[in-house]
């Protein structure tokens, strides 16, 4: 059974830092570019930044603050967050995609004094 299992959101003051987490199974993690896209309230799906054995990519408004990486070894995703922003408010979701692909649940991400 494929899962993938975000983690690491929460609330934090603009210009806090989060981590998050997506742990998956069911998949040969290490063959799939892994994603991170975000959902902000009443927008649809955003790209944030993704991950190959080519290295990271991110989305302009996030570059530079943002740190994607991957452990292969424990089929994990990271996103590192750095100086959020309010608008970087959103619901965060991981993504695998190869000959499949697959969505976590997501995990709430709020940014607000």
């Known amino acids: 059974q494929v899962q993938l299992v975000e983690s690491g959101g929460g609330l934090v003051q603009p210009g806090g830092s989060l981590r998050l987490s997506c742990a998956a199974s069911?998949?040969?993690?290490?063959?799939?570019?892994m994603r991170w896209v975000r959902q902000a309230p009443g927008k649809g799906l955003e790209w944030v930044s993704s991950?190959?054995?080519?290295?990271?990519y991110y989305a302009d408004s996030v570059k530079g603050r943002f740190t994607i990486s991957r452990d292969n070894a424990q089929n994990t995703l990271y996103l590192q967050m750095n100086r959020l922003k309010h608008e970087n408010t959103a619901v965060y979701y991981c993504?695998?995609?190869?000959?499949?692909?697959?969505w976590g649940q997501g995990t709430q991400v709020t940014i607000s004094s």
């Open positions: 993504r695998g995609r190869n000959e499949y692909d697959y």
């Open positions: 069911g998949f040969t993690f290490s063959t799939y570019t």
């Open positions: 991950i190959n054995s080519g290295g990271g």
